[in-house]
């Protein structure tokens, strides 16, 4: 079946560590972004991808990073620059560009500083 | 002002009710215009997609379009338990999509 993959689903860092955050989709969409998602708020693009290297920033991208070698993978570092990453992270995909048609998503993954 | 505004709820409604939720969205531009539910813990789920002015029905869910007045609504006929969920109205721009804070919807039996 298609879809989008994220894993982990739990994730547990420490002060002063990054972390990476897999998202994998197999539905062949050219563009990918990632979300993040607070208590009681709306999702905000962290960064988004619409072709293999290159990928262009969001509303709050200081203090992470992400990758596009594959068409298939657009992975998301946290990294210690991040000073509140506890959330939710959703990653999406969509077919073209833009979202025009919606957005598929994968099942998320909790990021917790312990 | 937001991008994409929506009233967060709670909303309450019996079972068998018509619930009715509502978006504003302040880019004229926008085409293409999205409902997600959320169940608590989970992640988005596409449920309607509308692109022109009026209603567009999908079973129980209908969403309403009005582009001159930057509206879109979503109504829930016949309510069920089942459909207690957080809705995000979803609006695309150019390049990604912009997401309301979400109406939080409980459906009482």
Redesign the interface.
């Known amino acids: 079946d298609g879809g989008i993959t994220q894993s982990p689903k739990y994730l547990f860092r420490k002060e002063g560590q990054n972390v990476t955050l897999s998202c994998e989709q197999n539905l062949n969409h050219d563009a990918m972004y990632w979300y993040r998602q607070d208590p009681g708020q709306g999702l905000r693009l962290i960064y988004y991808s619409q072709i293999v290297n290159d990928f262009q920033k969001g509303d709050i991208a200081e203090g992470y990073s992400v990758s596009r070698e594959k068409k298939e993978s657009f992975p998301l570092t946290v990294t210690s620059a991040q000073k509140n990453p506890t959330a939710f992270y959703l990653c999406a995909s969509s077919v073209g560009t833009g979202g025009q048609y919606g957005y598929t998503f994968g099942s998320g993954t909790r990021l917790t500083v312990v | 002002q937001k991008e994409?505004e929506q009233n967060?709820g709670p909303l309450s409604v019996p079972e068998g009710a018509i619930a009715s939720l509502n978006c504003t969205y302040s880019d004229r531009g926008s085409?293409?215009f999205?409902w997600y539910r959320q169940y608590s813990g989970?992640?988005?789920?596409?449920i309607m997609?509308i692109y022109s002015n009026g209603d567009k029905e999908d079973g129980r869910f209908t969403a309403q379009l009005n582009k001159a007045s930057q509206y879109v609504s979503l109504l829930i006929r016949d309510s069920q338990p089942s459909d207690s969920a957080t809705y995000?109205c979803?609006v695309?721009?150019?390049?990604?999509?912009r997401?309301?804070?979400?109406t939080r919807l409980t459906v009482k039996p």
């Open positions: 994409v967060s085409q293409s999205f989970k992640s988005p789920e596409l997609s995000l979803a695309n721009r150019l390049r990604d999509m997401f309301g804070a979400g």
